[in-house]
């Protein structure tokens, strides 16, 4: 068969973009210092790590550490990664929030 290796490599495409599709989804940000705005979530690992990204603003990445706590991560445009000041921890209030006090700013993803 002639079709045959076309149709493999058409839905290992598909599968593929597939994953990249389930992966991300449209939300809505808002960080201390850029105010609300729409953005894209990614998760980047099973612990709760992410990132979120929106054309004209960092790209912001928060990698678990331990349950609930996180280091901070954003790409301002460069390609490269700025490890930001002080850890994350999870809003008690907001679960959607993330609190940084060293120094005083926060992330909200919906």
Known sequence: MTHRPTLIALVALVAGL?????RARPAQCFST?????ACDFHATDKDGSFEVSAKGKPTIMLNMVSPGRAEGYADFGTGRNVSLPGTYQRSTKDGACWINNSPKVQLCVR
């Open 18 to 22: 597939a994953h990249v599709a389930a």
């Open 33 to 37: 210092d850029d105010g609300h705005y």
